[in-house]
């Protein structure tokens, strides 16, 4: 696999390129235009690879500029977009109208965020954050800002790594509790004692789907769209994450017709119990039971949010 990566071609092709090119010919706007590759996109994340280059790949950066200033400057801006080469390092780049798709190019700061949260700016109330897919929340965050000097796009980038209000948080992380156990801990081993082996692949997915948010939520971090988020947990750097990462893949790696309830079992229940250690150590729990279903009302007991502590445990 190639171990070329857009994000690195993006920031090329902006240091080598595109800074002169503003500086020069736009030097009225340079000051208010953050820069960057954030958004859509496995390069984003920085998880492409050679199959990535079938599409929507390629050197490309986002310009970002307040909605006004950008719908009064935006022949001016094309116009030097046009200045830009037609490769880097011998691939194509894609800054093109017609190559953009609306991930990059030039991009009013207050559109680009309204795109994935809904509102133009860091979202103010529960509400607003409980509106939000997670995965828009990993996409508005991730990738790199080469240059921001009026700090307006990153000041509500920051905002929102700041994470979700901690009473969402342990609302979410109750329901996760619940969600997992049902799934892993109780009718798994009902369906592989059934020999419904669809419905123990079903468990084992939605156990494995619960326990990576669980994780993204304990650590903080936003979990990106569904075929990224075992990547990205085994990527974190977090012991944890890492760790649970690699326990997922061996329990993905079981078939029922080669292995016992025992054998999902001791995965599993070594999954749960390390998630129960860190539920303690984060003090929304006194208990290290691993049975999740009960950790989930006790993690909910501590939301001080009332509208947020009386929704059913599943809710999130």
Not at 145 to 150: K, L, N, T
Not at 229 to 235: D, E, I, S, T, Y
Request: aromatic share 10%; net charge negative; glycine share 8%.
């Amino acid at each position: 696999m190639s171990t070329v990566h857009g994000l690195d071609l993006a920031r090329k092709l902006y240091e080598n390129f595109g800074r002169e090119c503003i500086a020069s010919e736009l030097p009225d706007l340079e000051p208010h235009i953050a820069v960057g590759l954030v958004g859509e996109g496995s390069d984003c994340f920085g998880f492409d690879d050679e199959i990535s280059q079938d599409h929507d790949w390629g050197p490309a950066f986002c310009l970002w500029l307040p909605q006004e200033m950008l719908a009064a400057n935006i022949e001016r801006i094309e116009d030097v977009l046009g200045m830009l080469p037609e490769t880097v390092d011998g691939f194509r780049v894609r800054m093109h109208p017609d190559d953009r798709i609306g991930r990059v190019g030039p991009l009013s700061i207050e559109g680009f965020y309204q795109r994935f949260l809904n509102v133009p700016r860091c979202p103010q109330t529960i509400g607003e954050w409980r509106a939000i897919p997670e995965h828009y929340l990993a996409v508005a965050t991730n990738g790199e800002v080469f240059c921001d000097p009026a700090g307006i796009f990153t000041g509500i980038r920051n905002e929102l790594l700041q994470f979700y209000p901690e009473d969402l948080r342990l609302k979410k992380i109750a329901a996760r509790c619940v969600a997992a156990s049902q799934a892993g801990q109780y009718n798994l081993p009902r369906m592989l004692a059934r020999h419904a082996y669809t419905s123990v692949n079903i468990c084992c997915v939605r156990f494995t789907e619960a326990i990576i948010s669980m994780i993204f939520l304990l650590s903080k971090r936003f979990m990106p769209f569904y075929k990224w988020a075992h990547v990205a947990l085994g990527r974190s750097g977090i012991p944890l994450a890492e760790g649970i990462a690699a326990s997922l893949e061996q329990l993905n790696s079981l078939t029922p017709l080669e292995h016992t309830a025992s054998d999902y079992a001791a995965v599993i229940e070594d999954i749960c119990q390390r998630v129960a250690d860190e539920l303690v150590a984060q003090g929304m729990t006194n208990s290290r039971d691993p049975w999740l279903y009960e950790q989930g009302p006790a993690v909910q007991s501590r939301i001080q949010h009332e509208g947020l502590r009386r929704l059913p445990v599943q809710f999130d």
